[in-house]
């Protein structure tokens, strides 16, 4: 589905995914700002919709402090969190390419 045509919500965090992909916002900004602009999925392509959900689950297991950051917990670091953001983009990326992700 063409850019323009996905849903305000979608295109935000779309968006926002891509700036903290190539390094342009800080993952406590990142973080603040995806989970504000979160929206529901419905009515998005699987891969879409997926593509959504494990960036908000990487969010979910951002921890800014890392005085409390438990990596035996499953708490991840502002790289670890960039690297699911961008191994999901590249993933929505080749369905899209492939014409998977309408």
């Known amino acids: 589905m063409p850019f323009d045509q996905l ?3 979608v295109q935000a965090q779309l968006q926002l995914s891509r700036r903290f992909a190539a390094g342009l916002l800080p993952a406590p900004e ?3 700002a995806f989970l504000q602009a979160r929206g529901a ?3 998005l ?3 879409l919709a997926d593509v959504l959900d ?3 689950y990487g969010v979910d297991d ?3 402090n890392e005085d409390i950051r438990d990596a035996a917990n499953g708490d991840l670091d502002e790289e670890q ?3 699911i953001v961008r191994t ?3 993933r929505l990326d080749e369905a899209d390419a492939k014409g998977a992700a309408d």
């Open 7 to 9: 849903d305000q919500t």
């Open 30 to 32: 990142f973080e603040t």
């Open 41 to 43: 999925n419905a009515g």
């Open 45 to 47: 392509s699987h891969v």
């Open 54 to 56: 494990e960036i908000f």
């Open 62 to 64: 951002y921890v800014v």
């Open 81 to 83: 969190l960039r690297a």
């Open 88 to 90: 999901q983009l590249r």
